[in-house]
């Protein structure tokens, strides 16, 4: 399971690498990474036995401009240099996997790259793996999946076919998060969204939340994720139509 969820990860970035965008790369910087301080820590804590995975970088939109992908890790402390980045703004993703293959931590970040040596402090919080209507996402094939995905700031858009958008939508995430919950963007409660979710009480376990609502009406999220340690993370997710 592991293998084939990191052989799928290393393939969706094959497929951004792919695009046809030009890159200017007469103006580049530097970013050494800390996903270890604060709240972070817990996830990696005592030499970070518990992340065995991880894949990480810079993506604007639908293009890739840097992203790693280390296996087999035996001592993660959290630390991590990027060269060669062009300068300019963009989502920073990051995904800790565990022994499983299960995503333990993840954090969907807006950064800015500035010419020469920046240092970015990455918030990181509970781990999602979501499903649309039954379905999974293939990364290593969008098009053969019927999805698409690409990312703004802090923001995942999902492409899902037309028809998939229905008054009935099932949106089911698993997580290790101690509580979740769906509001708007702005944070405010969004209603016509019927839950159902029983919260893990480890943060090494997993549990799957299903939220059915009109996806003809409503189709900004915002996952507010609550970690172990009271810490709180919000994922922003938009849904549109292919």
């Known amino acids: 399971m592991k293998k084939i969820l990191f052989a799928a990860l290393a393939a969706f970035v094959l497929v951004l690498s792919g695009c046809d ?7 580049q910087g530097s970013a050494y ?4 301080e604060g709240s972070s820590g817990r996830y990696i804590a005592g030499d970070g036995e518990t ?4 894949a990480m970088g810079f993506v604007k939109e639908d293009v890739l401009y840097n992203f790693d992908f280390l296996e087999d890790i035996k001592n993660f402390s959290g630390d991590y240099l990027f060269t060669g980045i062009p300068v300019g703004d963009y989502s920073f993703l990051a ?10 931590s993840m954090a969907v970040e807006s950064v800015t790259i500035e010419a020469g040596f920046n240092e970015l402090e990455i918030e990181m919080g509970p781990g999602i793996s979501p499903r649309i209507n039954g379905k999974d ?5 969008p098009e053969d999946s019927g999805f698409s995905i690409s990312f703004s700031g802090e923001v995942i858009t999902i492409g899902v076919p037309e028809e998939e958008l229905k008054t009935d939508f099932l949106l089911e995430i698993t997580t290790n998060a101690k509580d979740m919950e769906i509001v708007k963007f702005n944070n405010s409660e969004l209603s016509g969204i019927e839950a159902v ?3 893990t009480t480890d943060e090494l376990d997993y549990a799957t939340g299903e939220y059915y609502f009109d996806a003809t009406e409503i189709n900004e999220l915002r996952l507010n994720l609550t970690s172990f340690d009271d810490s709180e993370t919000s994922i922003k997710i938009k849904l549109i139509a292919l």
């Open 21 to 27: 965008n030009l890159v200017d790369e007469s103006d």
């Open 33 to 36: 990474i800390n996903l270890s």
């Open 51 to 54: 992340v065995v995975d991880a």
């Open 95 to 104: 995904l800790l996997m565990d022994d499983d293959g299960e995503v333990l």
């Open 137 to 141: 996402f293939d990364f290593s094939d």
């Open 197 to 199: 979710y029983t919260a």
